[in-house]
């Protein structure tokens, strides 16, 4: 069955640090790997997607890296700040406007 | 970016009584909505996808009669939690992806259900 791992231990870093985030999934080969973020008692806010003949993408202060061989997806913020704590989701399409998401990794910047 | 909207944001309710979450989208039209529910510490599990004009498509373990989804326009779907029970309990979020944005979705501020 397709699965999706994330960090599920939370990640504290230092401000100004740059915090990376582990995607990897398994039994699956999707068209479409997004992030988002997700504060408490929130729903996601959509962040990146990266498409699978893409290998980075950048946003401003974040990058994503799409390795379709490793199976794997590295979520980067760079020049972390306080604000940036929260969860981060990766998700995956399965088709059909379909995705499934990862638990999360919780980021934690320590001022 | 897109923004959809949800109604109520939270809601408590006795048990065996049912409760209608709104999901809408506010600045486009959405043929498909997506239902989630989320428990504390753990990832969004889709529950079913609304379809404007034809009948949701539950994913599997998901009982239809239990939560019926009406999509009655391109803006708008709800979700009903009929005689709910404290298991139904639980963090309920929908989003919508905009036409043309490439599988991009945007997701609902989420509705908290307790049910006592």
């Known amino acids: 069955s397709q699965k999706i791992e994330q960090n599920s231990e939370a990640l504290n870093i230092q401000e100004g640090k740059t915090a990376t985030l582990t995607c990897n999934y398994t039994?699956?080969?999707?068209?479409?790997l997004q992030w988002y973020r997700q504060d408490p008692g929130r729903g996601p806010v959509f962040l990146l997607l990266i498409r699978e003949n893409e290998k980075e993408k950048r946003k401003e202060r974040l990058k994503v890296t799409f390795d379709t061989t490793l199976k794997q997806s590295l979520f980067h913020i760079t020049a972390s700040q306080p604000a940036d704590s929260a969860t981060y989701l990766c998700?995956?399409?399965?088709?059909?406007?379909?995705?499934?998401f990862g638990t999360g990794t919780r980021l934690k910047v320590l001022a | 970016g897109a923004v959809v909207s949800q109604h109520p944001s939270w809601v408590i309710c006795k048990s065996g009584t049912s409760v209608k979450i709104e999901c809408r989208s506010l600045d486009f039209q959405a043929t498909t909505m997506f239902w989630y529910r989320q428990f504390p510490k753990q990832s969004l599990m889709l529950m079913a996808t609304s379809n404007e004009g034809s009948k949701a498509t539950y994913e599997q373990g998901v009982e239809k009669d239990k939560f019926l989804i009406n999509h009655a326009s391109l803006t708008l779907s709800t979700l009903t939690v009929t005689s709910a029970h404290p298991e139904d309990s639980s963090f309920y979020i929908c989003?919508?992806?905009?036409?043309?944005?490439?599988?991009?979705?945007?997701f609902g501020p989420g509705t908290r259900l307790l049910v006592l």
């Open positions: 989003s919508a992806p905009p036409a043309g944005e490439g599988g991009t979705q945007y």
């Open positions: 039994n699956y080969s999707p068209a479409y």
């Open positions: 998700a995956l399409y399965s088709g059909t406007y379909k995705y499934i």
